[in-house]
Nanobody, 131 residues
């Protein structure tokens, strides 16, 4: 099993920055974070969960949604079983609840996959950006 815990959300003004963390624990967490895909999604009430950024094989392969390219950076600390999402130049349209998800059996093509392809989920952390 893998447990994911997100942190780092909060309220910022447009142009500000936040760094989200996704920490994994559980018997299968090491394998999943070493061999699987880790991906950040975000959700606004009434909308589908949207893929934001993901990585595979310690960041050898990465994915970014067009809306966040150049502003968000995903990274991994394998020693801590933690994935980070550095979010710069935040805009009001980035306001959402952000979720970390993981899939143990993966490849680079699945980085762009929709939410239903991911097995493990955290509880989410709220990001609010005011104009």
């Amino acid at each position: 099993q893998v447990q994911l815990v997100e942190s780092g959300g909060g309220s910022v003004q447009a142009g500000g920055s936040l760094r989200l963390s996704c920490a994994a624990s559980g018997s299968f967490s090491g394998y999943t974070f070493s061999n699987g895909c880790i991906k950040w999604f975000r959700e606004v009430p009434g909308n589908e969960r949207e893929g934001v950024s993901g990585l595979y094989r310690y960041g050898q392969y990465t994915y970014y949604a067009d809306s966040v390219k150049g502003r968000f950076t995903i990274s991994q600390d394998s020693a801590k079983n933690t994935v980070y999402l550095q979010m710069n130049n935040l805009q009001p349209e980035d306001t959402a609840k952000y979720y970390c998800a993981a899939r143990a059996s993966c490849n680079q093509n699945l980085l762009s996959a929709a939410a239903e392809y991911f097995t493990y989920w955290g509880q989410g952390t709220q990001v609010t950006v005011s104009s």
